[in-house]
């Protein structure tokens, strides 16, 4: 029987209708990438990139807690060589998670497939590396209110280490059990390895002059109770097998990460740290150099070459030095920290943290001739945490400020790794008489000005004000910052 027209029709249409909702399921393409976990995947990523991305008239600190065990990915040289693949997916941008054959295929499906306003894969990455100063137990701070509890050292700058993407302090001294000691010779207890760790910092520099302060025995164990807690640290080792510098995974982008210690003189066949020699079996175990013997200083800095050049080996797309250097109690950087941040600069690094000085020092910014880029150089970030007064070695109150340094690296759509943004926020180490107790608190200068009732300093607000004034006249030594934007963090 022959059927009419519109039966005929509505034939037809049910058949395409039939057609488009089982074609999906025929498809090899489609919602194959969905299916897979790969279409989420890479929406989370971009979620990740748009929250690492910073304005470029500000940096974003929302002060919120996060985990410094999980801000970076970690792969380190050498035969030890690992790679976390157990990483949070929210600390890899979504092109490091698809590295198949098809990456780009998959990938433009995934774009085709999802909401383009969730979806930021074709932006820039930004992430931010925060640093601070010297950790320096003297007596005073070691003995506290005799908890061992170092918490409320750090409690009033948590939350701004803890915005960094990855935040950096440098531990001067050693964590070699009792009997604890300050100056001269620095022995702390092992309660101030979590104490950083609570306030954010996810890795240490130990490669500084009072590292051989406990002998042997020091060197070995310090960098051994900041590992247990699983931080990272660099400088120093436990066994000359261990790996020299870290290349970290921080929101997509590989930054590699190494410390070095000046040397004192000492003789042509005897290195010295601080006037101690090295013990035997304590050579390859710190990274050191030595700027007053002109023969073992060229061969220095050509191993520092060779480890820029082993952590762009292993993958790193971003180089940070983290130099215990200069002058002690100068506000300025001495011609010995210039050039070598010239020659570091000329070798493709990207950020200097400078540590030593105890006192502040100026920010500059170098040309590296090679890649086109900047390098950004704090020279000093002071102590962050120690005893010293407004009268200690005359230098009126300088020894009592530091700064949080920051450094927002971005990586262009097109892989173009660089610097964009420098900044700092003022801190002022208050000590306070607590019930008898000498206490401690690293102060976030600027917000404790603006609301000195939150921050329990409406005594020392004098004290805090003079602070800030002494900031300023040092960082109004800073280099004209060309191509590199450097402010002020004030909240």
């Known amino acids: 029987m022959k059927k009419s027209y519109p039966t005929i029709i509505t034939d037809l249409l049910f058949l395409l209708l039939l057609m488009l909702l089982l074609l999906p399921a025929c498809s090899g393409t489609g919602t194959s990438v969905l299916d897979t976990g790969l279409g989420h995947v ?18 974003e600190q929302d002060g919120s807690a996060s985990d410094s065990a999980t801000k970076g990915t970690e792969t380190q040289p050498g035969a030890d060589m690992t790679t976390d693949n157990e990483s949070s997916i929210q600390n890899r941008s979504a092109g490091d998670r698809v590295n198949e054959s098809s990456a780009s ?8 497939l999802t909401d383009s306003a969730n979806l930021k894969a ?4 930004q992430i931010k590396i925060s640093a601070i100063g010297d950790i320096i137990l003297h007596q005073a701070v070691i003995d506290g209110d005799g908890s061992s509890n170092y918490n409320p050292i750090f409690k009033n700058v948590a939350a701004s280490l803890q915005s960094a993407d990855f935040a950096i302090a440098g531990y001067e ?8 000691s300050g ?8 309660e101030i390895a979590k104490a950083l760790q609570n306030a954010g910092i996810a890795m240490v520099t130990t490669a500084n002059n009072h590292v051989l302060d406990r002998g042997l025995s020091g060197v070995i164990r310090t960098p051994q109770v900041f590992q247990k807690l699983g931080m990272t640290v660099v400088g120093t080792r436990s066994k000359k097998t261990d790996a020299t510098f870290s290349v970290q995974d921080i929101g997509g982008i590989k930054v590699g990460f190494t410390a070095y210690t000046w040397e004192t003189i000492g003789t042509e066949t005897q290195r010295t740290i601080n006037g101690i020699p090295l013990p035997k079996g304590t050579e390859d175990l710190i990274d050191s150099f030595n700027p007053s013997r002109a023969e073992r200083y060229k061969k220095d800095l050509a191993g520092m070459k060779q480890r820029i050049a082993d952590m762009r080996h292993s993958g790193a797309e971003c180089i940070v030095f983290l130099i215990h250097w200069g002058e002690e109690y100068n506000t300025t950087s001495s011609a010995m920290q210039q050039k070598m941040a010239k020659f570091l600069a000329e070798n493709g690094v990207d950020v200097i943290f400078g540590y030593h000085p105890h006192v502040l020092q100026e920010i500059a ?71 008898g107790h000498r206490m401690h608190r690293a102060i976030p200068v600027r917000a404790a000005l603006a609301d000195p009732a939150g921050y329990a300093v409406g005594k020392s607000l004098a004290q805090i004000e003079k602070s800030a004034r002494r900031t300023e006249t040092v960082m109004k030594k800073n280099s004209p910052l060309e191509g590199t934007i450097l402010e002020e963090v004030k909240k």
Do not use: C, W
């Open 42 to 59: 890479t929406q989370k990523g971009s979620a990740v990139m748009a929250a690492n991305k910073v304005p470029n008239d500000t940096l």
């Open 173 to 180: 001294g050693t964590l070699n059990g009792p009997p604890y």
């Open 365 to 435: 910014v170098l040309p590296q001739p090679v890649n086109k880029k900047n390098l950004l150089v704090f020279y000093s970030l002071s102590g962050f945490v120690s005893n010293m007064e407004f009268g200690t070695h005359g230098t009126k109150g300088y020894a009592e400020d530091a700064i949080i340094a920051s450094a927002v690296i971005q990586k262009e759509v097109d892989g173009f790794v660089h610097v964009v943004k420098g900044a700092y926020e003022g801190t002022y180490m208050l000590k306070e008489n607590i019930l």
């Open 105 to 112: 295929e998959q990938r433009a499906d995934s774009i085709a």
């Open 183 to 190: 100056y001269p010779l620095f022995g702390g207890p092992d």
């Open 122 to 125: 074709n932006e820039p990455i």
